[in-house]
């Protein structure tokens, strides 16, 4: 990359956009713009799609061995390891992450790399020998590369969403071109030059900085893509879903969530139950700001301790430090854009115009910048805007039950299912509770952690397929079933047609 606005990257060459127009980005500490890149356009999207073609048709990446492949993604992750500082930095800034923050997401985009180098290495090839019944057949599935991928993601965690995808389209063999959000493309151009450092072949890691109406929407229909592997919101997941459908490319959907945490009161019945308890609601709805897919946004609390622990919940709220993301003692940034500040606001307005109680925050803190006080909001229902839709800021509310049943029903009710957590030290309700729940991820006594080697993704409007694990795998592949007839011989399906032989 030679240029700030250098960042559109296609076939082994950095370029501007061909319109030569450009796009600031935006500093959501202060509301002031560090730094230009690429807006890239339809003709960019073009050129970028065909040389990820060029390169899957072709180039050497699809026919480079496993172990080979498997190399260079542990190559990316000793390089990430390396500028984790930079890049963890660059995250934080562009995001509005804390420092440490970001420096997590850098470790987590490792891993990811590592693991798909692993699972590829020693899946042995992964096909799988059928039994066709006969000695006379041989019959196998083989596994290979989906082709030409488009990968679209999110301005929450640019990096990882973003590793989530390109770690195993690459283990799988497939070329790719990634548009990131236009409102934090950093990283990802930085991870893309990473790649090339680390020896990719060119043509095969194409990226396209610009907006989703156009790059994203071109990329969804393009009939020159194999899959498109989008994550986002719900609209536009919608939109890429219809794009993509005139070409019957393969859809991959990570989209929003509406998480609930269900603590029972048995959780609660020693002080350090209780303490750990308030503590994890404080993250599962807080950290970053609560612009996470899988914020615990929803808390569920059994009636008789609701107001012992919301008072203590909102007290801590209130304590939560604010500020720049590397400033010594802060623990949460900003909201992401003015636009996401202004959808909170809304969210909190029309909340408490319903009826909802404000117990913690509820408006923005005075200074610079886009954010947005830690919220609790008491006395929630299901009738409210707010606890049925996503807010992606750092609003909790908080519905009470009095049954094992209102519990689930309650944390059930909802279009969404990426993930929710229940609460309990009673090992029978949990594993019952957990059965119930119709959510992609479940956590017992904990929120947030995921792993590499387990399925991310979510129930009904929450997505479409699985990222991580073997089933993230799998997205970026076909099936190919190759049967072999060791004995060929006539059917006589069409016996009249035998006259005579030779
Ligand atoms: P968004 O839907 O506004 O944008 C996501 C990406 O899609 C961006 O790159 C955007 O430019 C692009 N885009 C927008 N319109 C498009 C279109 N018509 N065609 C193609 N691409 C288009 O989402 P966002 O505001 O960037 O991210 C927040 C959302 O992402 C939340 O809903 C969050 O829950 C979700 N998310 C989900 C997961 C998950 O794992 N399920 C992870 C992170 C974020």
């Known amino acids: 990359m030679t240029a700030a606005q250098q960042t559109i990257h296609v076939g082994g060459e950095w370029r501007a956009a061909l319109s030569g127009a450009t796009r600031e980005i935006i500093d959501p500490v202060d509301a002031t713009p560090f730094e230009v890149v690429a807006e890239g356009g339809v003709p960019d999207t073009d050129d970028a799609v065909a040389a990820a073609r060029a390169a899957f048709d072709f180039g050497a990446w699809p026919r480079t061995p496993v172990a080979e492949r498997a190399a260079l993604l542990r190559r990316v992750a000793a390089l990430l390891e390396r500028d984790r500082e930079r890049i963890g930095a660059l995250e934080s800034r562009d995001a509005g992450k804390t420092l440490e923050e970001g420096r997590v997401d850098v470790d987590c985009v490792r891993d990811a790399f590592r693991y798909f180098a692993d699972l590829v290495e020693n899946e042995n090839g992964g096909g799988r020998v059928v039994d066709a019944g006969s000695d006379e057949i041989r019959s196998v599935v083989v596994h290979e590369p989906v082709g030409v991928c488009a990968l679209i993601t999110p301005w929450n965690y640019p990096l990882l969403q973003a590793s989530w995808k390109i770690a195993p389209a690459l283990a799988a063999g497939n070329t790719f071109v990634i548009k990131p959000s236009e409102i934090t493309p950093l990283t990802t151009v930085v991870l893309i030059e990473l790649l090339l450092e680390a020896g990719l072949p060119l043509g095969a890691a194409n990226v396209v900085t610009g907006p989703g109406d156009t790059v994203g929407a071109r990329l969804a229909e393009h009939p020159a893509v194999d899959l498109v592997s989008f994550t986002g919101g719900l609209v536009s997941g919608t939109k890429v879903a219809r794009s993509a459908a005139d070409s019957v490319k393969k859809v991959a959907l990570e989209l929003g969530g509406k998480n609930p945490n269900v603590v029972f009161a048995d959780a609660c019945s020693t002080p350090d139950g209780f303490d750990t308890a308030v503590d994890q609601a404080l993250n599962a709805?807080?950290?970053?700001?609560?612009?996470?897919?899988?914020?615990?946004?929803?808390?569920?609390?059994?009636?008789?301790?609701?107001?012992?622990?919301?008072?203590?919940?909102?007290?801590?709220?209130?304590?939560?430090?604010?500020?720049?993301?590397?400033?010594?003692?802060?623990?949460?940034?900003?909201?992401?854009?003015?636009?996401q500040l202004a959808r909170t606001e809304t969210y909190v307005a029309s909340a408490l115009a319903e009826g909802a109680v404000l117990r913690a925050g509820g408006g923005r803190p005075a200074g610079p910048g886009y954010f947005f006080r830690p919220t609790v909001l008491d006395r929630c229902h299901r009738g409210m805007r707010v606890v049925r839709e996503e807010v992606f800021g750092p609003v909790l509310t908080v519905e009470t039950f009095r049954t094992e049943e209102e519990a689930v029903a309650l944390a059930n009710d909802t279009e969404y299912g990426l993930a929710g957590a229940v609460w309990t030290s009673d090992e029978h309700r949990a594993r019952r509770v957990a059965g119930l729940l119709r959510h992609g991820t479940v956590w017992i006594n904990d929120f947030h952690p995921y792993l590499p080697q387990a399925e991310w993704g979510g129930f009904g409007k929450s997505g479409i397929g699985r990222e991580l694990g073997p089933g993230g795998l799998a997205e970026y592949r076909e099936a190919k079933h190759i049967y072999q007839n060791l004995a060929p011989r006539p059917v006589r399906w069409f016996a009249g047609t035998t006259t005579a032989k030779g």
Not at 317 to 326: Q, S
């Open 285 to 339: 709805a807080f950290i970053h700001s609560g612009q996470v897919c899988s914020a615990g946004s929803r808390l569920i609390v059994e009636e008789p301790l609701r107001d012992r622990f919301v008072a203590e919940l909102s007290r801590r709220a209130e304590l939560i430090r604010l500020g720049r993301g590397t400033d010594a003692g802060v623990e949460c940034g900003p909201l992401v854009s003015a636009a």
